[in-house]
């Protein structure tokens, strides 16, 4: 499931090969939506944060972008060799992070519709999230690992800063707080973790 940004509304993507968006205080399904491209059922989901899009990946490696409104299917991302298992929109919507079982991280520029940079990191990753400032991408897994953004030509590129480690099984997924003060993340070992500086 993915909340919309004005609180009124969520996304659930099913592995039925179906998104459905539902009005929360009515609890009715606005409209269910069924794409004949779409054929190994979706595995994550995120709104964009203006709201008027959505991503979606899927078991067969698969991201892509949809128009809330026409419920059309307006971008294609292909490159990762597994399902996907979370996506993010940076807070100002330029950009996209996927992480899959391919133990890779992709970010995609959305104004150019290219893969700009990818991470490889030892075992799966599970999920991915940049904070507010959108200068920082955290990535779960056996751990989260966080990389800080810098300016290297015409492309950004993602540097590890530090790994914040505690959990004794995988981690399923972690928030930033607004102010990137801490972190908050629930693992396997069926633990809560708050990470502060």
Do not use: C
Not at 35 to 61: M, Q
Not at 149 to 158: L, M
Request: aromatic share 10%; charged share 20%.
């Amino acid at each position: 499931m993915a909340l919309h940004a004005t609180g009124d509304y969520l996304v659930t993507a099913s592995h039925d090969n179906t998104w459905a968006f539902v009005d929360i205080r009515t609890g009715k399904v606005l409209s269910q939506v069924t794409n004949e491209n779409v054929k190994a059922g979706y595995t994550a989901a995120k709104f964009h944060p203006d709201g008027l899009i959505l991503g979606t990946g899927t078991g067969d490696s698969v991201v892509r972008v949809w128009d809330i409104k026409s419920q059309e299917n307006v971008a294609t991302f292909e490159g990762h060799q597994g399902k996907i298992t979370s996506l993010a929109f940076s807070e100002n919507g330029f950009h996209l992070a996927t992480a899959g079982q391919d133990n890779t991280v992709r970010l995609w520029d959305l104004r150019k519709l290219n893969n700009f940079h990818t991470i490889t990191l030892e075992g799966e990753t599970t999920s991915v999230r940049f904070d507010y400032s959108g200068h920082f991408l955290g990535v779960g897994g056996a751990d989260i690992r966080i990389f800080s953004t810098k300016q290297a030509g015409d492309t950004k590129q993602w540097d590890e800063v530090f790994q914040l480690k505690g959990h004794t099984n995988t981690v399923t997924d972690f928030e930033f707080s607004r102010d990137a003060h801490f972190v908050a993340s629930a693992g396997l070992d069926r633990s809560l973790r708050i990470f502060g500086n």
